[in-house]
């Protein structure tokens, strides 16, 4: 109930305390962190704009992300970004609810693929940064240090 527009620094605080919280119940466990997705309102003349709060929430979701070592996945930016809610429910089929906060049926089949090809793409830089070297995650778990090259 306090007016974000004026400023952040309150959901900065609390969404970093609840990230803290969570990542204190278990230390090293990875944590991926997906933001707001755009929310639309409807003009006197009935067309669908972007509310501006979900831009800057979502960026703050990721600056809060990163600060406590969480991935993060910029659901806003993936959708399109500003003006994407109008798109999403000018789509056929229909992306988003008429309430032009929560996505369809198809736009969570949307989201979801966006969620996975960036996963997959992460993935295949990883292991392309790993080249030729032992992961050490699965080193780790067979209870040897990893190797060096030679």
């Given at each position: 109930y306090v007016d974000l527009k004026?400023?952040?620094q309150l959901y900065y605080d609390e969404f970093g305390?609840?990230?803290?919280?969570?990542?204190?119940?278990?230390?090293g466990l990875p944590c991926?962190?997906?933001?707001?997705m755009d929310h639309g309102k409807r003009t006197a003349g009935d067309w669908v704009v972007s509310r501006p709060f979900a831009k800057t929430l979502s960026r703050a979701q990721g600056e809060v992300a990163r600060q406590n070592g969480c991935g993060f996945f910029d659901t806003y930016m993936a959708m399109g970004?500003?003006?994407s809610a109008g798109r999403w429910a000018r789509a056929n089929p229909r992306l988003l609810s008429p309430d032009l906060g929560h996505p369809t049926?198809?736009?969570?089949?949307?989201?979801?693929?966006?969620?996975t090809d960036a996963l997959?793409?992460?993935?295949?830089?990883?292991?392309?940064?790993?080249?030729?070297?032992?992961?050490?995650?699965?080193?780790?778990?067979?209870?040897?240090?990893?190797?060096?090259?030679?």
């Open positions: 004026e400023s952040m305390d609840v990230l803290r919280h969570f990542r204190a119940g278990k230390p991926l962190i997906m933001s707001v970004g500003e003006g049926v198809f736009g969570y089949d949307v989201i979801s693929g966006l969620l997959l793409y992460g993935y295949e830089e990883y292991r392309a940064r790993m080249a030729g070297k032992p992961l050490p995650e699965l080193a780790a778990r067979r209870g040897a240090a990893p190797r060096t090259p030679e």
